[in-house]
Every structure is written in C-alpha cells, then in structure tokens.
C-alpha cells in the first residue's frame, strides 16, 4: 500500500511540473527512477497516464481523470491529518507553507516563528503561483498582489511599494531621468514572473509610449530580484523594485530613487489558506504570529 501511494505521489508531481526531471528533484529521486515509477503505475492500471517526447510530458485524457480522483484522495488525507490535529492542544506537526519568489523579507520572521513553536516541522517552498495552495496541498501561502480565489480564506498581512532606483555612478555617466519619457534614452532592466514569464509593468502614473505603445526600454530580464538589485548597484542600469528590497542599499547610498512622484503603485501581501479545510492549531499559530509581526517588520524594512 506504501508502495502504491509513493506512486500516486510521483504521478501528481509529473502531472504538476509536467517533468520528470523537476519531480525527482522535489522526491529526492533520479528521473529515470520517476519513468520507472510512472511505468509501474500505468501498467498496473492498464492505461497510458501520458503523453511523451523529447521535449515535453502531457497528460492523457485517462491522466486528466486520474490525476482529478488522485487529488480527492490526497485530500481526505489531509483533512483526516488536520482533524486529528485540531484534537491536540499543542501546535505540532509538519506545516506546508507556501512563500513568494521573493521571500528573502519573510525569512527573518520564520526563523522567529520556528524558535517559538519547536514542534511545528515547517515544509518551505518559494513560488508566485497561486494555484499551489490547493492542487499542491499548501497548509498556507503568502503572496502579493490582487486576489480573487473563492475558494481560499484571506488575511491581509500589509503593503509595499515599488520604486525606480539607479546607482549614483550610473547617474553621473548616463543623467538622472527627470520624466517617464527620460527612460527611453537609459538602460532598463525588468523583472520577469518565473511562472508566467511575463515582465512585471513599471507602474508609472503617465504611461510611457513610443508609437501610441506603451514601453519601457527592456535591456535586461531576468526572474530574480536579488540579481537585478545587483546589476543596479554595478551601474549596469535601473530597475523598478519593492521598496523593502532596497532599503540596506538606499541606507548605504548604493542606490538612489528616481521619478518618486511618477509611481502609484501600491501592492498587498495576504496570507491564504483553503476554505474547505478545518483551520487546525499549526494553521492558526502561523496566521496568528504572522499578522502579528509582519506589518511591524514591513515599516521597519521600508524605513
């Protein structure tokens, strides 16, 4: 039965990642010990589960149905888990919690969080896709921006904003851009959603257009802050950043904002976690220490 279950595990992480490769890594396994897992598990079932090529994994009509009734099951898993747990007057136990990309401002608190519950077993993944909480079996995520999930419980934790910085080198070789439309003469470097790919828009109050079209000069992409932060403070170009990423290298005089008057955008971290599950005790300590210390710890980083 463990056997079988470890297999159900596997087809639910390729069916997710679409990659064997990216499920062994999760598992702790070689790929070809996953194809052997997932060849196993159609041959006892008697049905192709996917689709195979060189390039890509897809899931069959029959994978479609199984992976559905694969969730279920896990699920009655989980709200057996937590029903047990809420039995229990102390906080124990494994913790799933789901935290953005962008996280490195959340670590300081974790680290509080497991000094003050020893019991909790804290499980961490680093994510910007909303779809995890549920499909992946997330005990509670933290994400920024707007929400619009029903089927997921909100707690708002506090709010941030983005601002355009430079180094002062950069500036004293290249000019200081005065206006939206200065951008277009300056190296630019963007921030791009790892699970959407899409580039974060800078959120200037007056659009920025060349051709009626809206732009920014896009010198640089990458899906990493802490490397775009980097390429800044080397002089490489600006980049539009949340404020609590930047406040060391603003106290330093590493980085210096511009066009502070032209942004208008605010964004809002929310805890989630599902509705249809029981908030069990390691669910409600999370939520309750978190908006406990987050929004104290948020003005002190943007200070």
């Known amino acids: 039965m463990m056997e079988k279950m470890n297999g159900l595990e596997v087809f639910v992480h390729v069916a997710q990642t679409r990659s064997f490769i990216a499920t062994g890594r999760v598992k702790g396994i070689s790929s070809s010990a996953v194809s052997k897992s997932i060849s196993r598990l159609e041959e006892r079932l008697g049905v192709r589960l996917f689709q195979r090529s060189t390039r890509s994994v897809s899931l069959t ?8 009734r694969c969730h279920r099951i896990f699920g009655e898993i989980q709200a057996a888990e937590d029903e047990l747990s809420a ?3 102390q906080p124990r136990g494994r913790l799933r919690v789901g935290l953005p990309l962008a996280g490195g401002l959340m670590l300081p608190m974790i680290s509080q969080f497991m000094e003050r519950y020893p019991q909790i077993e804290l499980d961490l993944d680093f994510s910007d896709r909303l779809s995890d909480v549920i499909e992946d079996g997330m005990d509670v995520v933290i994400r920024g921006g707007e929400l619009s999930d029903s089927r ?3 707690r708002r934790l506090g709010s941030f904003q983005l601002c355009i910085v430079g180094s002062p080198d950069y500036f004293k070789h290249q000019g200081t851009p005065t206006s939206p439309e200065d951008l277009f003469g300056h190296s630019c470097l963007h921030y791009r959603h790892p699970n959407s790919g899409k ?5 200037l109050q007056y659009a920025v257009t060349r051709g009626g079209i809206q732009a920014v000069p896009l010198t640089l992409t990458c899906s990493s802050l802490e490397v775009l932060l980097y390429m800044v403070k080397k002089g490489r170009g600006i980049a539009c950043l949340p404020d609590y990423s930047v406040k060391d290298a603003l106290a330093t005089g590493e980085v210096e904002p511009i066009l502070n008057n032209d942004m208008t955008h605010t964004t809002t971290f929310h805890m989630l976690w599902p509705s249809t599950r029981q908030m069990t005790p390691k669910v409600r300590v999370f939520v309750d220490y978190m908006a406990e210390v987050f929004s104290d710890y948020l003005v002190k980083n943007q200070k």
């Open 152 to 154: 997921l419980i909100s």
């Open 87 to 89: 039995m229990t007057e």
């Open 199 to 203: 580039i974060a828009q800078w959120p």
């Open 61 to 68: 009509s029959e994978g479609e149905v199984f992976l559905e």
